[in-house]
């Protein structure tokens, strides 16, 4: 277990906190937008041949436009695109 996913099994206040962010965030119509452009786009490379159910994969906006990746990846990227950069004090 990684050592975020220790913080909150330990502490389930602050796991309450999180999750009512990411459910008033994940309401955001830009948000499903997002998230509906994602699926609809996975559909696609499956039905294409280039991804299949259950792989693992995520489609994921980088740099050079959506490509696929690994989900563990695409979770962690922290350089993909210049919002990841600036979130994290990086290039402006």
Not at 24 to 49: C, D, T, V, W, Y
Not at 70 to 89: E, F, H, I, L, Q
């Amino acid at each position: 277990m990684k050592k975020t996913a220790k913080f909150y099994a330990s502490n389930p206040e602050a796991k309450a906190k999180k999750d009512a962010y990411n459910k008033e965030f994940n309401k955001k119509p830009e948000q499903r937008a997002k998230r509906a452009e994602l699926s609809k786009i996975n559909r696609e490379h499956q039905k294409s041949g280039k991804g299949k159910v259950g792989d693992g994969k995520d489609v994921s906006h980088t740099k050079r436009g959506v490509v696929l990746k690994p989900a563990s990846v695409n979770r962690g990227s922290k350089s993909d695109t210049a919002g990841d950069k600036r979130a994290r004090g990086g290039k402006k």
